[in-house]
């Protein structure tokens, strides 16, 4: 079975703290995706990297960053956390094929104080 | 640019009952179409999807979905529904030949089984 972990489930941080959200496949997936999950909002799509050190923008991906220096690890940063990034996170991969379906992790859910 | 619609926030059906939870789509040309699940405090579960052939597409846990290109839709459904089905579920979809355009995902509908 594909796993995809989230390093931590829940987080509390402070206003203008730099956040770092980790996630590790262990599929030798290609894809590797952070969305985040908002009650009426569904999910948005925030980076994506279809390979090591590549990095694309999703829908939202200001106040974000990310790094994937290594295939099995894409991370994301916060980099001055604010009150509005207060969500549930989620991470997903994918092989790179075009009809492969995501496989994601159980979420991060950051609180911002 | 591809979109998802998912018009019900919230379906109630009886345990036993048949249940369907609806989704249309734009994109374009084909589509790829997927239908994930969401259990309380997990993350989204693949159930099945539709890339080519037959209109009717099986997949996990007693799940099926019609695919009808003439209504843009994807709706998924269940013939006998489970009170252990309540979860929240959600459509995407992406356009097909598209490199590496991303899924674009629905709203999310909540469906509630009652013993």
């Known amino acids: 079975d594909v796993k995809v972990t989230q390093s931590s489930r829940y987080l509390v941080k402070r206003t203008g703290e730099k956040v770092f959200l980790e996630c590790v496949q262990d599929?030798?997936?290609?894809?590797m995706f952070w969305y985040r999950q908002d009650p009426g909002l569904g999910l948005r799509l925030i980076y994506f990297?279809?390979?090591?050190?590549?990095?694309e923008k999703g829908d939202i991906p200001e106040g974000y960053s990310v790094s994937r220096e290594k295939k099995e690890r894409f991370s994301l940063i916060l980099e001055s956390a604010s009150t509005n990034q207060t969500s549930m996170y989620l991470c997903?991969?994918?092989?790179?094929?075009?009809?492969?379906?995501?496989?994601f992790g159980n979420g991060t859910r950051l609180t911002v104080t | 640019a591809q979109s998802v619609a998912q018009p019900e926030d919230q379906v109630n059906v009886a345990e036993g009952n048949p249940l369907t939870v609806k989704c249309t789509y734009s994109v374009s040309g084909n589509p790829y179409l997927f239908w994930y699940v969401q259990y309380p405090n997990r993350g989204l579960q693949f159930l099945l999807k539709y890339i080519t052939g037959d209109n009717l597409v099986k997949g996990s846990y007693g799940f099926e979905a019609e695919f009808n290109k003439s209504q843009t839709s994807f709706h998924l459904k269940k013939p006998s529904a489970l009170v252990s089905d309540s979860a929240l579920y959600f459509c995407?979809?992406?356009?097909?030949?598209?490199?590496?355009?991303?899924?674009?995902f629905g709203k999310g509908t909540r469906l509630s089984v009652i013993a």
């Open positions: 990297s279809y390979d090591v050190k590549m990095k």
């Open positions: 997903a991969s994918s092989f790179g094929v075009e009809n492969s379906p995501l496989h």
């Open positions: 995407a979809v992406r356009p097909s030949f598209s490199g590496n355009t991303p899924l674009v």
């Open positions: 599929m030798d997936h290609e894809n």
